[in-house]
């Protein structure tokens, strides 16, 4: 645990923190011994889990209400911790927007960008530019296995954890040789609130649902170590199989047959 806090202490930002997979990087990294910044819309739950983690643990967390959705949001970000040495980023904040690609409107799919493309890359260069200067420290982008091929019904969001996925891949060469570690987190179904979307029944997918607990463990063991790691060994054998041995056409309609099971009619109209 002290070279884990040597290596990316003494704090360490979360965004996406008032749930999920976000929560629970919150919670393994406080077990680690790591300073918190709690950042996400839902600003009594980030108090809530602020209060627990006080009490547990004795660690300092600071609850920070940002709207990453928004061109403004890092920018939020930067003047809450300019006063802290974050040593770990972890960039989960993200959302999903199931269904036909007409469905939502133009500018609905651009917040949708910005959250789950532009925020992770100003997040990437904001503090990865700070750990450079100190020649220390890393950055998980929470991206997806649904970064590994288009699918259809999924269009933006499978296009967006692909940019996220291409850019940790670089960023992991770029950043080593400044003593930063970047790693790109790819989970497959996971129990977390987004599971519950409505209109979508995401237990028509085969893959085997992870918890968030073990999808956190599987990348802190990863960070420093790999690029990119795919949590669970059926995600691994459905990333193998659609990206190695299928076409990548049949690749793509195959997640398309799959999501229009999983989706309501209302979404594919």
Excluded: C
């Amino acid at each position: 645990m002290e070279d884990f806090h040597s290596a990316y202490g003494p704090w360490a930002l979360v965004t996406g923190a008032s749930s999920g997979i976000g929560r629970e990087f919150a919670r393994a990294l406080v077990d680690r011994g790591l300073d918190l910044v709690l950042a996400a819309r839902r600003i009594d739950r980030l108090e809530s889990l602020a209060d627990e983690l006080t009490r547990s643990s004795g660690v300092s967390v600071r609850p920070v209400q940002v709207d990453l959705s928004r061109p403004d949001g890092v920018q939020r970000l930067d003047e809450a911790t300019s006063d802290l040495e974050v040593g770990l980023a972890v960039s989960n904040a993200g959302a999903i927007i199931p269904g036909s690609f007409l469905h939502p409107s133009a500018e609905t799919q651009a917040e949708f960008v910005q959250l789950n493309a532009t925020t992770p890359m100003q997040i990437s260069h904001l503090f990865g530019g700070r750990m450079a200067e100190r020649g220390r420290g890393g950055i998980v982008l929470v991206s997806s296995t649904s970064a590994f091929n288009g699918v259809p019904y999924l269009a933006n969001y499978a296009a967006v954890k692909a940019y996220q996925l291409v850019l940790g891949e670089a960023l992991h060469t770029e950043f080593a040789a400044k003593g930063v570690d970047l790693l790109v987190l790819a989970p497959g179904p996971t129990r977390t609130e987004m599971a519950d979307t409505e209109g979508i029944d995401f237990a028509q997918l085969p893959m085997k649902w992870m918890s968030p607990e073990d999808v956190v463990a599987a990348a802190l063991r990863a960070l420093g170590r790999k690029a990119v790691v795919v949590p669970g060994a059926t995600n691994r054998v459905m990333r193998l199989l659609t990206t190695r041995v299928m076409p990548r056409r049949a690749s793509v309609a195959l997640w398309g047959s799959m999501m229009r099971r999983a989706a309501d009619d209302a979404l594919i109209p």
